[in-house]
């Protein structure tokens, strides 16, 4: 008996890496790329359009952002099963990424072979986890996480304004920037706005865009 064809999606916003995949994918007798997005806006129509079995989502991508399309994606299908790969390691995007929805999280420096066993995985309704990713999630969890507004701060830190204009682009007063700034350096072990940046952007709180 021929099993079922499992029906992928491919979100990345470079052709030669969907291209590959696409490759890696249709290789296999048992699957096939239906559809393709280079943007979260476009994953979330061909999703709605072609119902994928497995979504393949990176998170970078240009104005709506994987993130964001994984939420929309889940919110249109309870039930979508997203596999969630990126280049973006730290613990924070690990973090965001699973609780927006997504099934499982992988690096793009993943082995063809282990992509192929993880979307085989999703499909049967498994949630197979990589043990480094469990162990970004351990040491998330055994942090002191910072308030959405301390990470509004290391946003606009991330941006270059200063304590005075990020003062005035959130309407709060300069001390409270720098009380906001003192407790994001004594949760993320820093005493500057350079090392706390550092840090930031290796664990995923904040990106440079």
């Known amino acids: 008996m021929t099993p079922p064809l499992i029906r992928v999606m491919c979100v990345d916003d470079h052709r030669i890496v969907r291209d590959g995949i696409t490759a890696i994918i249709d290789r296999q007798p048992d699957m096939r790329v239906v559809g393709s997005a280079s943007t979260g806006e476009d994953a979330v129509a061909v999703f709605i ?37 990126t280049m973006y390691q730290g613990d924070e995007d690990i973090h965001r990424a699973l609780s927006a929805g997504a099934t499982t999280y992988l690096l793009k420096d993943t082995l063809s072979d282990d992509l192929i066993h993880f979307v085989r ?20 969890a055994a942090a002191p996480t910072l308030t959405p507004r301390e990470i509004q701060v290391m ?33 993320l072990k820093v005493s500057e706005r350079t ?11 904040v990106h440079i865009r």
């Open 49 to 85: 359009r072609e119902r994928p079995d497995v979504t393949l989502m990176d998170l970078q991508l240009p104005r709506m952002s994987g993130l964001e399309a994984i939420q929309k994606i889940r919110h249109e299908d309870p039930e979508a099963r997203i596999i969630v790969l």
């Open 155 to 187: 946003e606009l830190v991330a941006e270059g304004l200063r304590n005075k204009e990020i003062a005035s682009t959130l309407a709060i007063s300069e001390e409270t920037v720098q009380v906001h700034l003192r407790n994001i350096f004594a949760k």
């Open 195 to 205: 090392a706390a940046l550092n840090v930031a952007i290796r664990r995923g709180i």
């Open 121 to 140: 995985e999703v499909h049967a309704g498994r949630r197979p986890i990589r043990p480094e990713v469990l162990a970004r999630l351990d040491e998330r």
